[in-house]
C-alpha cells in the first residue's frame, strides 16, 4: 500500500442506480480531477471553493462520457485529511466503470479495502475505535447496534480512555517523582494515597471493561446453541427465532442431522444461533455424526436453549443431556416446549437443574416475549445507557482493558507491598500502553491492517 499514493474508488454500492459517487483522495486529487471534469461554469477544480458542489461533464480521451456534480474537501478538512474529490455520476455499471477507468488513466490508483478510513486514522482524523464503530454502522441490522455504533463513533469509547490515561500519566509520574529524587520527596503524594489513586482508576477501568458483556451481546452477538432429544421442537424454536423455514420439521426423528447457523436479533441481543441434531444413542452413522457436532457446539456456545417436551414426561436421554450441558460453561436457558399440549413433564425436575427456565409453545408462538425479556436481562445491563455511555463493542478492546488491568492490579499490590517504587511504575506504564491499543497510540500494524481488511473498497 502505497500511502501517499492518490486513490480512488467507487464509494456507492456496485450496481444500477440513479447515481453513483466516486471518491479520490491523496495530494493530486485536484489535479486528477480537473483532468476529468470540466465545470460548466468554466473555472477549474483548482479554482473552485472547497465544500461547494458544481455541475459539469465527465470526460475520458476528450469525449464526454457522462455529465454529474464534484464537490472538493481540502486537507485537513475532509475525511480522510487529505485533499479530497468525490464526484457524483449517473449509476449504470458500464458507465460508472468508464468514469473510474478516467480517472485511474489520469493518475489515481485503485484504493484498497477500507484505505479510506485508514488514512482517517493515520491522519489523526479518528481514533482506532471510532475507525471500528465506522466498520460496524456499515453492518448494523438494528437499532441498538445502530446506536452503539454511532456512539463509539462520536469518540464516547475514545474521550473514556483518555480520561483513565491522563490519570495514570499523572500517577506514573507521582511514582518516578519518588523514584529519582528520594531525599527531596518531590512527590505529592504519599505511598498510601498513590495506592488509593491506583484503585480508584482500577474501579473505572473494571467499569468500563464490564461494559463488553453488553456491547458483545449486542455487536458481535451471543454463540447460542440450541440442544435437546430429538422431536423436542429445537428446530420449530430454531425457526420461530429466525423468522422463516430455515430448518426442516416433521414428526420425524432425526430430522436435523447437521449444524444449521443464523444470525438474528432477539430483542436488543444478537444471537449467532446454532440449531444441532437430537442428542441421543443411534447407530445411524450419519446421525451420529451430527449428535458429536451437537455435543462439540456445547463445548464452544456462550449461551444454551436446553429444550424439553412439556408433553412427554422426562426418560434417560433427557437426563443424559442435562448431565452434557452441567459440564459446559455457558450460561443455560431450560425451555419447556410444547405448552399448547397437556403438561405431563416433571416441571420439579427442570427447576432444581436449571436457574433459568422458560415455559413456551414455538408452535403458536406462547411466550416467546418472556425469552426475548430473560436473554435481554442476562445480557444487556440496564445501568448503562447505550445512547450515552461509553461501551466496548468488540474483543479486541476488551482484551487491551484486561491487560491494562492486569499490570494495574501489580502496580497496586507493589505499591500495598511497599516495593521499590520503579516496580509500580513499570507496570503502570504497561497498563497505559495497553490501553492506549484500543484508540491505536500503540497498536501493531499487523491489527491495524486486519482492521481495515474487513473494510469494503471505497470506504
Same mark, same amino acid.
Given at each position: ?15 444500477? +442506480? ?6 479520490? #483522495? ?102 482506532? *475505535? ?23 463513533? *462520536? ?35 504519599? #505511598? ?10 482500577? #474501579? ?49 426423528? +432425526? ?55 412439556? #408433553? ?87 482484551? *487491551? ?38 484508540? +491505536? ?7 491495524? *491492517? ?10
Amino acid at each position: 500500500m502505497g500511502f501517499y499514493d492518490t486513490i480512488a474508488a467507487l464509494s456507492s454500492p456496485v450496481g444500477k +442506480g440513479g447515481v453513483a459517487v466516486i471518491r479520490i #483522495s491523496g495530494s493530486e486529487a485536484f489535479e486528477i480531477a480537473e483532468r476529468v471534469f470540466k465545470t460548466a461554469s468554466g473555472k477549474t477544480v483548482i479554482e473552485l471553493k472547497p465544500n461547494m458542489m458544481v455541475y459539469g461533464s465527465i470526460v475520458s480521451d476528450g469525449r464526454v462520457i457522462d455529465d454529474g456534480l464534484l464537490v472538493k474537501f481540502a486537507s485537513p478538512r475532509s475525511f480522510t485529511g487529505e485533499d479530497t474529490v468525490e464526484i457524483n455520476c449517473h449509476g449504470g455499471m458500464f458507465v460508472t466503470q468508464k468514469v473510474l477507468s478516467a480517472i485511474f488513466a489520469a493518475g489515481a490508483r485503485p484504493a484498497e479495502a477500507g484505505e479510506f478510513t485508514r488514512r482517517a486514522f493515520v491522519n489523526g482524523k479518528l481514533a482506532l *475505535s471510532q475507525a471500528e464503530a465506522l466498520g460496524t454502522l456499515l453492518e448494523a441490522k438494528n437499532d441498538e447496534q445502530l446506536t452503539l455504533a454511532r456512539g463509539a463513533m *462520536s469518540g464516547k469509547i475514545k474521550n473514556a480512555c483518555d480520561g483513565i490515561y491522563k490519570k495514570l500519566t499523572a500517577l506514573v509520574a507521582q511514582v518516578y517523582a519518588r523514584v529519582d529524587y528520594p531525599e527531596e520527596d518531590l512527590a505529592d503524594m504519599t #505511598s498510601e494515597e498513590m495506592a488509593t489513586e491506583a484503585r480508584e482508576i482500577i #474501579s473505572e477501568l473494571e467499569a468500563l471493561r464490564d461494559t463488553y458483556r453488553t456491547g458483545h451481546a449486542v455487536m458481535e452477538g451471543v454463540k447460542t446453541v440450541i440442544c435437546g432429544k430429538p422431536n423436542v421442537g429445537k428446530s420449530s424454536i430454531y425457526n420461530l427465532l429466525v423468522g422463516y423455514d430455515a430448518a426442516i420439521v416433521t414428526e420425524i426423528e +432425526g430430522t436435523t442431522r447437521d449444524l444449521l447457523t443464523e444470525t438474528v436479533s432477539l430483542g436488543r441481543v444478537t444471537l449467532r444461533l446454532v440449531d444441532t441434531a437430537g442428542i441421543r444413542a443411534t447407530d445411524d452413522r450419519v446421525e451420529s455424526i451430527g449428535v458429536e457436532r451437537a455435543k462439540r457446539s456445547l463445548a464452544d456456545a456462550e449461551l444454551i436453549l436446553a429444550v424439553f417436551d412439556n #408433553s412427554r414426561e422426562l426418560d434417560d436421554e433427557d437426563f443424559e443431556i442435562m448431565d452434557e450441558i452441567k459440564q459446559q460453561n455457558a450460561t443455560k436457558i431450560a425451555i419447556i416446549n410444547k405448552n399448547d399440549e397437556n403438561s405431563i413433564i416433571s416441571e420439579r425436575v427442570i427447576f432444581e437443574n436449571f436457574e433459568h427456565v422458560v415455559k413456551i409453545s414455538a408452535k403458536n408462538e406462547y411466550n416467546v416475549s418472556e425469552l426475548k425479556g430473560l436473554v435481554e436481562s442476562l445480557y444487556i445491563n440496564e445501568r448503562i445507557d447505550v445512547s450515552r455511555d461509553a461501551i466496548l463493542i468488540n474483543a479486541r478492546q476488551n482484551a *487491551s482493558l484486561e491487560i491494562a488491568l492486569k499490570h494495574l492490579r501489580l502496580a497496586l499490590d507493589a505499591l500495598d507491598m511497599g516495593l521499590p517504587p520503579d516496580l509500580a511504575g513499570v507496570d503502570i506504564e504497561l497498563s497505559m500502553g495497553h490501553l492506549s491499543e484500543i484508540d +491505536g497510540r500503540e497498536v501493531g500494524e499487523d491489527v491495524v *491492517s486486519e482492521i481495515f481488511s474487513h473494510f469494503c473498497v471505497g470506504k
